[in-house]
């Protein structure tokens, strides 16, 4: 493995257990004002904030010491490295043409549902 990729890696698993444990800390908060039982608990210091601590450090332990879930990210890395991103140039060529294509298809959408609507009002107002 790359220094490189374990250096994203380990900054990946870290930012997962953080976004556990801010997750398992507003779960714990929206559940003590909805349920009584998990409110008597959540009033307990270790409870309200050593829980959360305990399940993302959880979360990075599995994440970061698990070999597969490794190797599979260190792949992904990889991978991500080769994608070759287009230039600045190219990317406002495709923008504009993009709003052009939507302005044109909007502009048809209009005029398509007005001549439709008008021909609905004349063949309703017929008389048969």
């Known amino acids: 493995m790359d ?4 250096k ?3 900054f990946s698993f ?5 976004l556990t444990f801010l997750t398992v800390s507003l779960l714990i908060d929206t559940f003590a004002t ?3 039982i998990v409110s008597r608990f959540s009033s307990n210091d270790v409870m309200k904030h050593g829980f959360p601590i305990l399940v993302g450090f959880g979360v990075f332990a ?3 010491f ?3 879930i490794v190797n ?3 792949e992904v890395v990889t991978e991500i490295r080769k994608i070759v991103w287009p230039s600045r140039k190219d990317t406002v060529a495709m923008t504009i043409v993009v709003s052009v294509m939507l302005v044109v298809s909007g502009v048809l959408l209009g005029l398509f549902d007005t001549f439709s609507s008008y021909m609905i009002q004349k063949l309703l107002t017929m008389n048969w």
């Open 3 to 6: 220094t490189d990729n374990k």
């Open 8 to 10: 994203i890696l380990t």
């Open 14 to 18: 870290v930012l997962a257990g953080f």
């Open 34 to 36: 909805l349920f009584p």
């Open 62 to 64: 599995a994440l970061q």
């Open 66 to 68: 698990n070999n597969n």
């Open 72 to 74: 599979f990210c260190d």
